[in-house]
T-cell receptor, first 112, second 114 residues
Framework: QKEVEQNSGPLSVPEGAIASLNCTYS??????FFWYRQYSGKSPELIMS????GDKEDGRFTAQLNKASQYVSLLIRDSQPSDSATYLC????????????FGDGTTLTVKP | GAGVSQTPSNKVTEKGKYVELRCDPI?????LYWYRQSLGQGPEFLIY????????DSGLPNDRFFAVRPEGSVSTLKIQRTERGDSAVYLC????????????FGPGTRLTVL
């Protein structure tokens, strides 16, 4: 079992819809959670970070964290074709400061 | 300001050769990370520097891989006796400190071992 698991995808949504991306992690002591967007051939770009249980909103993006369920999600509202990319979930543990563990990503396609 | 830079952007080498990959972090960032990413997978942690010292090298796959950061800024990832399985994109990231801080990634070096 991988330490960070994501929907295998690919995920396809129509323009304007809500895209929902999910991630589970195995290390219960994890304290920091990140969503990165990676366009094809490019490096990962941080779009959201979350540290406490609950929701965190930034524009069209909402990250949700539930530490009891070891689950983190990303919602993208009013999806745009420019949101088409691979979304990577990353987790940082309390005892391994610095190291991030990434999932394998979910590829999202937003169709006009 | 300038972001993380990596050189070369592409490196093609033959099996058994030695390669060096360079990372120049964001100015003032004390933490520097190396990851590698294979096609269809997420980045895989290799090593993390805090200043000049390697704080965590648990991700280095074997003793053919070595990294240095002698002055606490630029870092070099060194791979000896390259193997075809080393082919991947090598990503460098930096952050202002360890813990939960944001990691900013460079563009990566695509290494191809023939």
């Amino acid at each position: 079992q991988k330490e960070v698991e994501q929907n295998s995808g690919p995920l396809s949504v129509p323009e304007g819809a809500i895209a929902s991306l999910n991630c589970t992690y195995s290390d219960r002591v994890s304290q920091s959670f990140f969503w990165y967007r990676q366009y094809s051939g490019k490096s990962p770009e941080l779009i959201m970070s979350i540290y406490s249980n609950g929701d965190k909103e930034d524009g069209r993006f909402t990250a949700q964290l539930n530490k009891a369920s070891q689950y983190v999600s990303l919602l993208i509202r009013d999806s745009q074709p420019s949101d088409s990319a691979t979304y990577l979930c990353a987790v940082k543990g309390n005892t391994n400061a610095g190291k991030s563990t990434f999932g394998d990503g979910t590829t999202l396609t937003v169709k006009p | 300001g300038a972001g993380v830079s990596q050189t070369p952007s592409n490196k093609v080498t033959e099996k058994g050769k030695y390669v060096e990959l360079r990372c120049d972090p964001i100015s003032g960032h004390t933490a520097l990370y190396w990851y590698r990413q294979s096609l269809g997978q997420g980045p895989e942690f290799l090593i993390y520097f805090q200043g000049t010292g390697a704080a965590d090298d648990s991700g280095l796959p074997n003793d053919r891989f070595f990294a240095v950061r002698p002055e606490g800024s630029v870092s070099t990832l060194k791979i000896q006796r390259t193997e075809r399985g080393d082919s991947a994109v090598y990503l460098c990231a930096s952050s202002s400190s360890g813990g939960g801080d944001t990691q900013y990634f460079g563009p990566g070096t695509r290494l191809t071992v023939l």
